[in-house]
Every structure is written in C-alpha cells, then in structure tokens.
C-alpha cells in the first residue's frame, strides 16, 4: 500500500495536535517554542503533500514551506533572545510563574 | 438672515473666552457674547414675523445648505420655522441669564463659562439644524458640558449625578442613533429633515424605529421610565447648569420628538400614540406626587420638571394641532420658568446654604425681592393665568380634548388632576421658605444683587411675555402645528 | 353705548394700583400708598357708577329688554376656528350690579383700612393685593368669555391666598392660605372639565354663543350634548355640574367649605372684602351667568344647585351657632346666606314670573354684600379694639363703641330680616320663589333664617352686651374718622337697600319683573326671626348659664357642630393620610427604588459582571491559546454546521 | 526600474532608513539627542515624500501591487509613525538602544507595507510576520523590568501559535483551490466545508492581531508590559494596517463569502465590543485601560466592516485615521506622564487638571473622541462606521452598539472625572513638555478637533476606494 495523500494528511494533522496539545500543557518555554515547530511542520507537510498530490505542477507548496522555515527560524531566534531576557528578570522559564500581567 | 450667525456667535465667544486672561474679562466676554444672541434671537424674530407678514409662506425660512459629506448626503441644512424659532427664543433669554447667575464662580471661571457658552451653542445649532446628522452633533455636543459643569461645580453627590446624567442621555442618544439610521435607509439615504419628510417611509421601518426615536428623545425630556436622571442632575448641578438642563436641554428632547420621530414618522406616531400618552400621563401625576414628597428645594423643581415635561409629551401623543401648540408652547414656558425657579432656588441656596425647606422660613421678610420673584414662579408652575404656565398648560388641554374618545378623555382628566397636586406641593414649598416665621441665622441674610435681579428680570419678562399676550406665541407655533398636523392626517 | 374705555379703565385703575404699589410702594411711596390706591379706587367707583347708571337707565335697554353688550373684544389665545380666549367685557345687568357691588365695598375696604392697617410694615403691599384683587374680580364680572372668567377666577383665588397669607410670619395665617387656595383649586379643576366638555360640545368659548347654542332647542350642538351621556348623565349635565363645582368650591358650598372659616386669618376689612362681599359669590354669579343653559337644557344641573344651596345653608347656620371666634361665626353666616343665594337659584326658572328666584338671588347678593361687608368691618373695629377674636374676652362694648354698635346692630338686623332692613326684602322674595317651586328648600330655608337671626343676635349680645366692660384706661374704642366714615355709608346702605325695586333691573330674560309685596306670606318668617331675636336676647343679654346647660343637654350633637361636624378631620385625614401616604409616599419610594433602583442596578451589575468575567484573562499565556483555538473550533462548528 | 521606484516607494524609504540607522550604530558617533532628531527629520521627510511621485501597479507576478488607496493607507501609517516619534521623544531619548528600537518599528512598519500591498497569501504571511516578530522583540526593550520581558514572551508565543493556525489554514486554502493568489481565490471560491474552514483560519488570524476576543487576550497584558512607545505602536500601528488589510482581503478576496462573515463579523463585534468595555470598566493602569478601550474600538470597526460596503471600507480607513489622532493623543499624555512620574494609574491622575491643564484637555479630548463624543473626530469616524453596517438593517445589532458606546462612556468619564473632578493633595506635578512632543499634542489635539469637520477627506477616501 501506497501511501496517499490521505495519509500524509492524517500524519500532519496528529502532527499538529501534538502541538498544539504541547503548547497548551508544557511548563517550560523552550518546549512551547518546540510545540510551535511542531505546529509549523505539520503545516510544511501539509504544503508538500498538497503540492505533490493534487497540484504537482504548482510549486508554490513548496516555495512556502522554505519560507515557512525562514520565518520559524526567525521567530525561534527572537523569541529565545526575549526568553533568554525573561530568564534574567525572573530566573525561570516556567511558563506558569510568568504571570504577572493578568486581569 | 444668515443663520449660521446663531451658531457662529457662541463658538467665537467661547474661543474668546476662553482666551481671556483674568476673571472679570471672562464674564464680561461671555455676558457680551450672550447678550448679542439675544439680540440676534429677537432679531431673527422679527425678521422671520417680517417675513411671513410679507406672504412668504415656505415651510422653512432662511434656509441654507453646504454640503459637508457628500457621499453620505450630509449636509449643514439650516432653517427655522415658527417653533424653532421659539425655541431660539428661549435658548438666548435661559442663556443671558444663565450667564448673570454664575457672576460669582470662583472656581475655574474660565472653563465655567466656556462649557456654558458651548452648551448654548448645542442647543442653537440643534433647533436650527435640517440634518439629522448634524442636529445628533448638536444634541450631543451638549453632553459633556453637562457632566463637566455638574461634576465641577456642582453640590451634593454630584459625581454619581453627573455619572447618571451622562451615561443615561448617551444612552438616549445611542436609541435616537439607531432611529436615525432607520430613516436614512428608509428614506432614500438622505437624512434631511425636509427631504425625508416629503418620502414615504416604510411603516415596517417606522415601528420600528419610531419608539426607538421617541424613547431617545424621551430621554432628555424625561419621559417616563427614563426621567431619573433628572432629579439628581438637576439638584447636583450649579446654578446655571440647573437653568441650562432643565431650560435647555430637556427641550431638546422634546423638540426632537416633534421634528423628527413624530414629523417624520406619522405611522409610526399614530401607532403608538397611546402608549405615549399614558407615558406621560403617568409622568405628568407621578412626576406631581413624587414632587410632594421631596424636601429638597431643587429636588421639588426637578420633580415637577418631570411632571412638566409630561405635559409637552402628552401634546404631542394626543397627535391634535392645538395639543402640539400647546406642547410647543409649554416647552417655551416651562423652560423659560422652571429656568427662572432654579435661579431663585440658587439666589437662595447661596445665602442660607441649605436647600432643605424645613429649615426655611420666611424669607419674604429678609428677601423680599427674590421671594416675590418666588411666588410668581411658584404660581407660574401652578398654572396662574397671567403667566406662561396657564397658557401652555390650557392649550394642551384643550387640544386633547379634541380626541373624543373615552380613553383620551380619561387621559386628559387625569392630566388635569396635577394641576391641583402642583398647586399642593408648589405652596408647600413656597410656604415653608418664604412664608412662617423666620429664624435667628437668617435674620442678616440680604437680597439679590445686581446681576442676579437682572438675570430674574430678564426671564420674569419672558414668563410675562408669554403670559400676558400668549397670542404672538400662537401665532409663531401653530403654523409649524399645522404643517405637522397635515402629515398626521394623511398618517391616520 | 358707552365709551369702551370707561369700563376698560375700571379694570386698569386697579390694575395700576396694584402694580405702582407693588413696584414702588415699598421702597418709595410707602406712606403716600394707602391715599394713592383709595384715590384710584375712588375713580374707579364712581366709573363703575357711571357705567351702572348709564347702563340701566339710559342704553342698556331695547324694546323694553336689557341687552348683553360687548363693547369690548380682543382675541387673546386662538385655539382653532371659534374657539378662542377673547378679553372682552360683557355688559348686561348683573355685570353692571356686581361692578357697583365690587367697587363700592373694595372702596369702602380701602378707605377703613387706611385706619385699621396704619403702622403696618407692609402697607403698600397690602394695598397692593387690594389692588390686584378688585382687578380681578372686576374682570370675572365683566368676562364675556367662559375661560376669560376662569382665569380671573384663578387670578381672584391668588389675591385671596395672599391676603389670607398676609401675615406671613404666622403659622395659622400660611396653613390658611394654603388650605384656601388648595381647596378651591381642586373646586377649580371640575370648573375646568367643565369648560372643556362645555366648550367642545358647543364649539366656542364666547358667553353668548354658548349660551344661545346650548339653548336654542334646534341647535345640532346641544342635541348632541344632551344625547352622548356618561354614567347615565348627559354630556351636558356633566359639563355643568362641574363648572357649578367650580363655583361650588370658590363660594365655600358645602362640601367645598371648609376653607372660609380657615379664610378669616387675613386681616378683617379682606375678609370683609373678599369673603364675605365678593369673592365668595362668585359662584352664585358664575350660575347666574350661565343660568339660561342650567334652567333651559339642564335642569338636573339645577337641581342639584339648589340641594347644594339649601345643605349648605342650613348646615353653616347650625355651626354658626356655637362658634365662638366672631370672624368665624361671621364666615358661617356668610357660607349659610350664599346658600340661600345658590338655591334661590336652583328653584328658579327661565324667564317671566318664573325667573323671580334669579331676580331674588341676585338681589340677595346685592343687600347681602351690604350688611356682611359692614358686619366684618363693624367686627373688625371690634377686633381692633380688644385685640381678639373670640366673643369670651368681649361684652358690653356699647358704650365705648357707640357708633360701631349701633351700625352693627342694623346689619345684624338687616341679616335676620326685620322688616324694612335691605335683608327682609331680598330674604321675602327668595322663600316666595322657594315656596312656589320647592316646599322642600322651603321649609329648611325657614329654618335657617330663624337660626340666622339667633345666631347674629347671639353674636350681637355677646360683643355688645353681655358681661360689663371696664374699659382700659383713657383708651378710646372707636377707630377714627377712615373707620367710621364706610361703617356708615353701609349702615345706610343695609337699612335703606331693599327698597330698590330690583326687578326692574335684574331678571333671567332682561324683561323687567314686577315683584309683589305679599303681606300675609312674610308674616311666618319675620316671626320666626323676631323669635331667633328673642332667645339670642334670654340666653345672651346677660351674664348667665342657659347657654352652657343646653349646650350641655346637647353633648355630643353640640360637639359635633362646634367641631364643624368634623369636616376639616376628614379633609385631613384624606389628604395627610391617604394621599400622603398611599399616593405620593409609594410614587416617591417607588421613583427612588424602583426607577432609579434600575438604573442603578444596570450599572452595578454591570460592574459586577466584569468583575466576574475577569478570570478569562488569566495571564497565563498557555490558557490565552486554549480560548484561541476554542474561538477557532466554535467559529468553524458555527459556520460551517449550524449557521446554514 | 523607474517603475519599480515609483511603486516600492514607500518600502524603499523605509530601508533606507533601516540602513541609516544600522550605520549609525557602527559608531558614527551620534550623541542620543542628534539621533533622535536625525530619525525624527527622516520620517518627517519620509511622511511628506509619501505624498509626491506615487504610482499604480503590480511587480514581482503580482505578489506586490499597489493603488493610490493604498498609497494613502501607507501615509496614514506614516504619520503616526512620525507623531510616536514625536509625541515619546523624551523615553526614546532615554533609552540605551535608541537606534535599535527603531529598526525593529520600521521593519514592522515595513512589514505592514508589504502585507497592505500583498497581492498573494504567501507575501501576506511574510509581511504579517515581518510586523509581528520586531515588535515582539522591542517589546521587552525596557529591559530591567520583569513585565516587559513577560509582555514580549506572551506576544511572541501567542502570535507565534497564531500564525501556525493561519499558516494551516493557507495550506488548506492551497490543498483546496491550487493558488494563494489574491486575484484567483475568489473564482474559486465555492462555500465548500474545506474552504470555509480554511477561511475561518486565515480570519483568526486577522481576529488576532486585531485583538477580536475571543483572541484577544494577549492584547492587554502585552501593552501594559510593554514600553509604552511601543504600547502605542501597537495600538495605533499594528492595527491600523492589519485593518486596512483586513478590510481589502474581505472584501476583493472573500466577497463570495460575505454572507459568512458578516455573520461571523456580527458574532465577534458584539462579543468584542461587550468584552472590551466590561474589561476596561474596572481597570486601574491606564495603559491596559486603554488596551481594552481600544479592543472595544474594534468592535466598531468591525461593524463598519460587516457593511460589506464602499462605505464601510472607507469608513473604516476614515475611522483609522482618527483613529491614530485620538488614541496617539491619549498615549501621549499617558506616556509623559509615566515617564516623568512613572505612575500609571488612573487615580493618580487626580486633580491633573490643576496643575497640567493643557495635557488634560487633550487628553480629555482625547478621550471623548474615542467614545465618540462630538465635536471630536472620533464622533464622525464612530458615526460612519455605524451608519454603514446599519445598511443591513440589523436593528437589535445597532442597538447593542449604540448601548455599548454609553458603557465605554462610563470608563472614559472616569478618566475624565479623575482629572477634572475629584480632589488630591498631590497631585502629579507639572510636566516640562519637550517642544516636538508639545507639537505632536497639538497636531493631535487639532486632528480630533478640526478631522470631523473636513468632509473632504472622507469624500477623497471614498473615491480612492471606489
């Protein structure tokens, strides 16, 4: 059995999930930044199953997923820099005591 | 006449007060510029008598039109008939008096006066305006003099009032708002006053939006359930923002429910005309009652502005020419009166700083200027004939009567019933401060001053005006009756 | 006819009295103000006179019928087509006998006052309300306009309320004027009503054409006023019972009375002046003006005019008798013979021999504001003298006040109708028309007359004989030349008034009415008087204690009249108690708590709904992106699954 | 070439500004106050030369195109851009990394450019990103202050997972239509579950930056955190494009959707327009009291969105440029004030009328404008937006907008009633207003003033959209 696009779709999807479902119950920063990696990917898989199966001779799936990259890339820098500055205002990057701001 | 005269006169005098340097060249300016609107209002008066004594018969007179938005239709469209121009009337007598009162402001004089002058100016663009947009821009505009000349300078809680005050004519605003936008979908996309009235508006958009109208306008005339923001604005604000809410402001209410929500919407007036009236019905006696029971000199006028202030709405449901004469007329005089008794109660205020009137009492001896000017208030507010209370009040009633049926009948008896509940809570009133025995701390009190004579003077000849020789009123008013009546007729 | 501006200038000397006094009286003329406004009176009398005279015996009358002149109109306030206020004046015979009536005694109370308010602090004041008084009620007299008489007739009520309240500074005076104009007011409001139903079914406001349209039998108007009916009454009737109420209210009939004797805090010669003399017919004069459409379309309305009358009449008598206060005995009297006036009215009819009850109560009116006038301003020197009010602290005052006595005693006289006094005449020809039409008002009409006169000469025996007086010191009791001179000039009117023959001038249909003198028929009520005359002379000549046993005898039934059978409890009760209590007290608590309760809660809730709802904004970044995707899972199940 | 000048001339300006200020820091040796006016004349210039040589066209395969229309929505942008630089001189003189802090605003601002002028999904992700990620990190430029760091994590995380979701969305856009290009969407578009679907995730992310709740919740935390330079850049900025944007995608790329998201747009104003008054009713720190103000403004400016009208568009663009003035004005003020005193509480501002009157007034204008009081700006603005979605007859919808205007009356008086009204013994002292600050005010106070009263401008938006 092939796999199908179907397939490659469910995997993006489960890929997304677990994500999202880090995003949501991991304590540390770091490891939410990892989650939104994972959501990215799945869109990136997404794109390049897209593009392979049901539009092959648009290569615009693909030209996005490296942009995507680019983009996740950049994010990840900044937003580790701003942790790195987080860290040294409340000496944790446990996402839970960051709360401050609230209300 | 170019009417754009009547708004441009406040606004420079308010710029130039508020240029002004010290305390004495603010009033003066602010007196100054006062006083030539009221010398432009009598004018304008004149011209307009002038005018329609030489057969020009057009609904509007003087009008004017600049385009402001174009791609909405919005344009300044001026214009008065007979009874805007009774309300410009009484706008410029409320207002020079007004200025007179606040002679002694000491706290930021500056700023005082230029919000009065700019209330002012709401109310002269409001009843001179064609253009729904633009007379919403003037209704509102006067909000925020209200609450900053209450929470100011006012007395007793006035935060809360001035809170209250705002927040309930925003809300009144926000209905006429929506009203407004009925029209102008239903009408064409236009919202002038003349064009939309030469339209026939949907009668689905007009039940709909003509209570929402109403109730807004409602609000500011204080219709019943909505009146309460009027005791408390009333009693917390200085003297002048007495006078200029309760002579002004709530005309503005009721102006708006005869121009636009009733004028535009004469399905929508017929159809629930007698809701209406038994709103103001009750208003008019639980306006009467509830005065009863107040101690509180400015709460007692408030009151019965509530219960007043029925009666304009009352003309107005009864949908007969001399009821909407006799509302148009008992706005003119219920503001040029109950302007009058806020300036007394404030002369008073002054000296014995109290207002409750258990702790009065015969005043007349100490004061007698401003106590007599209290008793021919008084009997003003109880309809005495010979002043402008009686002639409004009759009016009304006798148009009302017109209706033939029982319940318009009961209605109007039940109207009239107030007449003497007024006189009960009016001589309360006047009894406990003026008359009685007079106590030890008030023996040294003196009487009014020079301006404050002159600011009752002024009003006392509006009151006397109307009172005496209620024809030229008649003959101002009922014409704009008419011409609303006749779209009424074709309604019914 | 007569130059209009004579008769406009009746209304406008007063009118400038008023306002000069008002003005400038108190600061500038002060002491020069009594003399000013008595000389502008004075002009104004003898204008009247002129006008009176003229009008009855030189114009007023055509082809042998006195006409209802308009010499004067202005249209003041148009309502609609025909129905407008006009000021105008209206002349006819009864507006020409109420202006001498109404100029005569106001002059007469502007010249005694000069002596009896002198040293006052607000002399020019109160001449002013004189001022603004006699205005007023000469222009209800003239009013050619049925709303043009409502407002004078508020514009009198308001003079009256500030002559009451003259002593502002007296608790008893300002609850009096209050209680006075309150009641009148509510009287007011039927008269209103009245006006309205009157005016629309008739469509004009206009005397005349009201009159002549709610009379004339093929008029489209009063055909439908007399067929829509409320309650089982004609529109009509409806209409004018309630301006009857009106008139009711203002001439203190019962149950609208309870003021008048509250009335008699203002100072003597205004009670004299308006509570006895003018003011307090114009309820009688209000009937009369419309009396056409009460006698011709509405004879229910009549009816009930007369039942009121003769209640009120034999009621104020029997508490007149047990009062003590000689203003309010004097009030009493005064509410009892305006009964008398109102039924003759009622028993009267339109037009010929028929009419002699209208022709009789307007002479009544007449004589009465003679001798009532004369009785206040005699009790008011009395009163000026003592320094009170009540007849315990008098007696035997005839020999320091001879001339006050003696003046006193021929209105007393005249008021118990002793033959040939001016009461007798007017009294005779009431109880004829009475008897002619209702045996019923008769018989309680006979009995009020016996009571009238015991009563008067109780009161007379009590100022004037009675204990011995000691007089204080050099005091003289008289009150100078101003006091006397009106006491007099009355006098002889009340002695000499009756032999006017008075049916010549004044009749329901302007056709003059030869009145007869019916001997045999006035002997029963002269007697009875004379009797009234000799028991108030065994209990109240001398000191001694009759008096007191019957009162005792008569315990609570005594009681009861002396407290006004109770009449102002009830009042009081109703209006403290009821409306205080159950209308203005739940209106205000309800404005407080409810309405404003609203509002109030709109804005708390508010608040507290915002407080609730602050834990969405958690600060905790990860809960921020649950709300996110479940906003993006609610909007995708909205849209795509439910919307469509 | 010359074309690709013409039409990428605002972009280009901006880089070159990016550049002078990256050179700048190789120790050219500007002093702080010579910077900030070299950057202060530079977007001076940069605002003007907005207005000249300006063309219409597409580059680069339409993935870039531009119209006069947007042209005008770049200046608007501009001049906020230049007021923030003028209205904060004062923190941006005092802060260590001036330069820094520009770069990162003007490559957002770039970033915003680029998203206006995106004709293509994927240019839109990459400008949309472009003007996330800088102000993310120039959040947390007050560096020493914990709230700052937490603001710019909160901001850089939420926007992040936000971006995924759109990002997901695209790429069913993709799977299901084969192109991202603006101008063939909308022949494809065919109510389709997919596509619907795709839809409602590309319109939160929208929702997002325009803090619609229920996405919202990052807004309030990041401008209170935030320094308040940027807080107003946000506010104003950010907004601005993201609703000029908005605007233009809704109504040429998903017009066949219209009946979907005016419904959708419905739901979420009123949700927004409650939320954000019943936040800002309770508030304390005036810079999250203006965060919530500002998501209750958004809820107006999705009603003029919903008209799915010439109008609503143009109303909407009228609004954002009234927009800047009134809120620009009331950061302003907060921010001298929180610079000089460093209190950010509304009590604090009792009795500010005394001793700094004229910052009262423009404040206190300021504030009516935003709750659409006449004779301020905001007043037309608010109006017009209301009365071209109530082109759709929706009655119980106006009402509920009408009602919420009196609620956010509410808050904006208490501001009001603290510094006009209540009483303090001592109150903030008076505050030496630098003189571009003071013009900045002034250029604001006059735009809330005088705005309203110049129909033109709103007739020339109109035709622009047309």
Known sequence: MNPGLTHILFISIALFFIGVFGFFTRRNLITMLMSIELILNSVNLNFIAFNKYVWPDKLTGLFFTIFVIVIAAAEAAVAIAIIINLYRNYQTIDVEKVEELKY | MNLLILILVPLITAIAVFLMRNKEQVKWTAFAGASIQLILSLFLFKAFNDARAAGNTAQMLFEQQTALFKSWNISLHLGVDGISVAMILLTSFVVVAGVL????????????????????????????????????????????????????????KKEYSANKLALMLMGGSALVLVGMFGLYFGGGKSFDIIQLSNIHIPVATQKICFPLLFAGFGVFTALFPFHTWTPDGHSSAPTAGSMFLAGISMKLGGYGCLRVATYLMPEGAVEYSNIVIVLSAIAVLYGSFATMMQKDFKYINAYSSVSHCGFVLLGIGMLTKVAITGAVMQMVSHGVMT??????????????????????????????????????????????PGLSGFVAEMTIF???????????????????????????????????????????????????TWNEKLATMILLIGILAIGLAPFWLNNLVSPGAEIIMQKIQLAK | MPNPIYIILILLLPLASFLIMGIFGRNHIKN?????????????????????????????????????????KLTWLEFSKGVSIDLGILLDPITAMMLVVVTLISLMVHIYSLGYMKGEERFSTYYAFLGLFTFSMLGLVVASNIFQIYMFWELVGVSSFLLIGFYFEKPSAVAASKKAFIVTRFADLGFLIGILILSFNAGTLDFQTLIQRLTSPESAELKSAVASSFLGISTLSWGMILVFMGGAGKSAMFPLHIWLPDAMEGPTPVSALIHAATMVVAGVFLVARLFPVFAISSPHALEMVGNVGAISALFAAVIACTQTDIKRVLAFSTMSQIGFMMFALGVSKYGGEEGLGYTASMFHLFTHALFKALLFLGAGAVIHYVHSNDMKDMGGLRKVMPITHLTFLIACLAIAGVPPFAGFFSKEEILLAAFHHNKMIYWIALLTSGLTAFYMFRLYFNIFWNKEHHAHGEHHGEGGFVM?????????????????????????????????????????????????????????KKQNDKSDKIALALNGFYKATYNKFYFDEIYLFITKKIIFNFIGRPAAWFDKNIVDGMVNAFGNNTLAVSEKIKSFQSGKVQQYAIYFLSGVIGLAVLFIYLWK | MNEFITLMKPELLLMAMIFILLISKLGVGFNQSNLMKLIQGMLLINFIAGFFMNGEGQLFDNMYHTSSLIVLEKNILNLGMVLISFLFTDWFKKCDHLAEVFVLMLTALLGMFYMISSGNLLMFYLGLEMATIPVAAAATFNLEKKVSSEAAMKMILSSAFSSGIMLFGISLIYGAMGTLDFSEIPALLNGDSLQVMAFIFLFTAFAFKMSVVPFHLWTADVYEGSPIGITAFLSVISKGAIAFVFVSTLYKVFQPFHEIWYNMIMVLSVMTMLVGNLFALRQQNIKRFLAFSSIAQVGFILIGVSSNSIQGATSVIYFVLVYIFSNLAAFGVAGLVSFFTGKENIDDYKNFYKTNPLLSWIFALALFSLSGIPPTAGFFGKLFLLTSGASNGNYAFLIIAALNMMISLFYYLKVVRAMFMDKNENPILPIQ????????????????????????VFDYIQALVK
């Not at chain 2, 409001?126 to 509102?140: C, G, K, N, P, T």
């Not at chain 3, 009247?48 to 015996?57: E, K, P, Q, R, S």
Request: net charge neutral; charged share 10%; hydrophobic share 55%.
């Open chain 2, 101 to 156: 009162m606040s002679w002694k402001v000491e706290k930021m004089t500056k700023e005082f006066y230029f919000l009065l002058i700019l209330l002012s100016m709401g109310a002269y663009g409001f009843f001179i305006s064609l253009d729904l947009f633009v007379l919403f821009f003037f209704l509102e505009i006067a909000v925020i003099p209200k609450y900053l000349l209450i929470g100011i300078w006012g007395s007793g």
């Open chain 2, 339 to 384: 302007a009058l008794f806020f300036a007394v109660i404030g002369i008073i205020y002054e000296r014995t700083h109290t207002r409750q009137i258990d702790e009065m009492g015969g005043l007349l001896k100490v004061m007698p200027f401003t106590a007599t000017i209290l008793f021919v208030i008084g009997l003003c507010s109880l309809g005495l």
């Open chain 2, 398 to 448: 006798m148009g009302s009567w017109e209706r033939t049926d029982m319940f318009h009948r009961a209605i109007t008896i039940a109207a009239t019933m107030s007449i003497v509940v007024t006189a009960v809570y009016i001589l309360r009133a006047i009894g406990q401060v003026a008359m009685g025995p007079i106590k030890a701390e008030y023996l040294h009190l003196t009487d009014a």
């Open chain 3, 32 to 72: 020069a103000s009594g003399i000013i406004s008595t000389t502008l009176l004075f002009i104004t009398a003898c204008l009247a006179f002129y006008v009176a005279y003229g009008y009855f015996l030189e114009f007023g009358k055509v082809n042998g019928v006195y006409q209802k002149l308009i010499p004067f």
């Open chain 3, 484 to 540: 006397m001179m009106p006491l007099v000039l009355l006098a002889a009117g009340a002695a000499f008034a009756g032999f006017i023959p008075f049916g010549k001038f004044v009749s329901s249909d302007g056709l003059p009415l030869e009145s007869e003198f019916h001997l045999q028929f006035s002997i029963v009520p002269v007697v009875l008087g004379l009797t009234g005359i000799f028991i108030a002379m065994l209990f109240y």
């Open chain 4, 433 to 456: 207003i630098n003189f571009a600050t003071k013009i900045a005010l002034f250029v604001c106070g006059g735009g809330i003033v005088l705005a309203g009263f110049f129909g033109f």
